[in-house]
């Protein structure tokens, strides 16, 4: 089992549109979550955090539900900006990593049609 | 630049070939990861280092793969004998936290392209 598994999508949403990403993660000892966002041929960059109570930012929530090992990334009234890949992250700490490396999942893509 | 630089911005090595991917972190950044990404892939783990000391270099693929740090500062990634399936976009990133800090930001580079033809 991979250590970190998204929706493979792509996403194709009409401008708008709330679109949900799930993303589950294999080891329950696992304390530091985030979402990063990839542009085309572009680095990563946080996009946000996820908090056990679960955080909002702007049209952006996620949630973390430990119990299932599973988190989430609701993104609403979707703009044309908003088509990227959505990579779900997670600190590499428990997996042996020795110093927080982060461990990817593939990334979801989206795509927001006028 | 406030931001982590590399370079080259893309490189194309013939097999066999020797290249070297140049990491500037963010001034004063303590932590200094590198990755790998594969065409479709998230990033994949290469290395850390805190400060000039590699700690961690689980993540090298083969021995053909050396890391450095000299300074604390620049890092420089090296491939010997470069093969085809080295192909991929090698991204640095870097942290201004130390170890043990739950909720560090890592902020990337925009990465080296490399192509091995």
């Known amino acids: 089992r991979k250590e970190v598994e998204q929706d493979p999508g792509p996403f194709n949403v009409p401008e708008g549109a709330t679109v949900a990403f799930n993303c589950t993660y294999s080891n329950s000892a696992s304390q530091s979550f985030f979402w990063y966002r990839q542009d085309c041929r572009k680095e990563p960059k946080l996009l946000m955090s996820?908090?056990?109570s679960g955080n909002e930012d702007g049209r952006f929530t996620a949630q973390l539900n430990r119990a299932s090992q599973y988190i989430s990334l609701l993104i609403r009234d979707s703009k044309l900006s908003d088509s990227a890949t959505y990579l779900c992250?997670?600190?590499?700490?428990?997996?042996?990593?020795?110093?927080?490396?982060?461990?990817f999942g593939k990334g979801t893509k989206l795509s927001v049609k006028p | 630049g406030a931001g982590v630089s590399q370079s080259p911005r893309y490189k194309v090595a013939k097999r066999g070939q020797d290249v070297a991917l140049r990491c500037d972190p963010i001034s004063g950044h303590v932590s200094l990861f590198w990755y790998q990404q594969a065409l479709g892939q998230g990033p994949e783990f290469l290395t850390y280092f805190q400060n000039e000391a590699q700690l961690d270099k689980s993540g090298l693929p083969s021995d053909r793969f050396f890391a450095e740090r000299p300074e604390g500062s620049v890092s420089t990634l090296k491939i010997q004998r470069t093969q085809q399936e080295d192909s991929a976009v090698y991204l640095c990133a870097s942290s201004s936290e130390v170890p043990g800090q739950l909720r560090e930001t890592q902020y990337f580079g925009p990465g080296t392209r490399l192509l091995v033809l």
């Open positions: 992250v997670v600190n590499g700490r428990v997996y042996g990593g020795s110093q927080g490396n982060l461990i």
């Open positions: 996820v908090y056990s």
